[in-house]
């Protein structure tokens, strides 16, 4: 794991036995260390994210999805709560949504309900151009976008669509659509989430409902095509590595913030500059 | 609702529909703009926790635990996991540990589990004395304390427990006994509860979890009564009443604490004296 990673995270790989060797966070660093411990142990390469096997394991979320769906939409039948004015009882969702980083996760949902009339859609942060699916998707013809440098505050989703995800993603028959979001849209989700769903996410995890709440595509297309009954959307919040510190930054007030920007307060809110009226 | 509560709080209550009046935060702000509202529309007063109906409404908790952990126990008495060693196999909690503040909800997870064979445990927080219940058992006769002053981050439980349910505290055979923790033990099993467990937790909340981590006398009662195999525990969470600001200042730097604490930056973070050295 690079030596910068979520102390949380740290901790909570080794609560499940890992044995945790540290590297750099570039992924030269990151690559050296690999292959330093294959050579030494014989341990087996897992991708992260640009491999079938890992595809296809990610793709078992959307099953899992499926099943817990039809379950609650049975149970609403039975209750008769939507099927008043003689609405079309659904039995699945209309859509699903997740976030798109390296895109193991959301080829993996995208394989999984193929075929099965839910459409699938990826959703990236805007910022710095961290938005490279949707980008290389806009490409004419269509495009991977090899390389990204962005500081997202969404910093899962920071590395661009890898080779064997982006011939999913770009397969329209897979994923109907890529969209993104500012990081004042992400930090509003993540807020609603937290406060309201009380339920611990990082940036990452809220894209997709940042997306459903306030990308203005993204509600056009599902009031053309859902009508009057809308859409009811599956979305995916993954994950939730982050720290109580690094909420309070992220929410921190504006005058700090600003503050910060101009250097009069230095990375841990301390005051670099001195005689600074308050 | 006071016009200091939580924005995510009042956000929540109107969203399910409520009228919301507000007051000041003082008991006889609040009881001034009841007694209006009680002249003007004749609407009928639910006290917070002093009243019976409260008390066994609240105790419907005890009996949806006790359900829950019946289904949990089963499923694993069935796996086999816990029946190693041939230890006895449970079918319910040793003990249940709930917060203590007015004490309605404890009161009725008492009542509920009494004669059950589950004992029942407080928790309160020690902060400029708000561990009242604690103290009021620890008194030779046991007494009720009426008035407590205490800015505990616990802020759910400032207020003295109330009469109905004292009744029910210092009856030893519902409550077998209350145990308090600090403002940095709290902190701790907020920390753990927020990035481990992934749950949006207020202070309040995780009072019953810090005594069971922290505590020595509630420790050391475990490892007397519970043997080898130690004691099934459920620990109440309540509730959620926080903002990710909120968050953000109790877990800020010791730094900008300290500096807060010497009135060198504002209750925002401002600085509100000039010329000091960054």
Known sequence: MPTISTPSKIAGTKGYGANVIFSGSTSEEREAVVA???????????????HPDIILGQGTQALELEEQVAEILAAEAKEGSQTTNG????????AVIAPLGGGGMLSGIATALQGTGTLV????????????????????PPERIESVK????????????????WSVVSDKAKVRGVCSVSEE????????????????????????????????????L???????????????????????EAIGKLFEAPKKEAERAEGILGKNGERVAENVAG
Chains 1, 2 share one sequence.
């Open 222 to 244: 599902v009031e053309e095509e859902g009508g009057e009954e809308g859409w009811k959307i599956g979305i995916v919040f993954s994950g939730g590595n982050t720290t109580v």
């Open 185 to 220: 849209q992400i930090k509003a989700a993540m807020r609603l989430v937290l406060e309201r769903m009380k339920v611990m996410v990082e940036p990452s995890a809220v894209v997709g409902l940042a997306v459903v709440l306030f990308d203005e595509g993204f509600r056009k």
């Open 150 to 165: 962005t500081l997202t505050i969404a910093d899962g989703l920071r590395t661009p669509v890898g080779v064997i995800p």
């Open 87 to 94: 609405e079309r009882k659904k039995t699945q969702l209309d």
């Open 121 to 140: 859609f990826g959703a990236e942060p805007s910022f710095e151009g961290g938005d490279d699916g949707r980008r290389g998707l806009a490409r004419e």
């Open 36 to 50: 330093d411990v294959i050579r030494d142990t014989g341990a087996t390469l897992v991708p992260p994210y640009d």
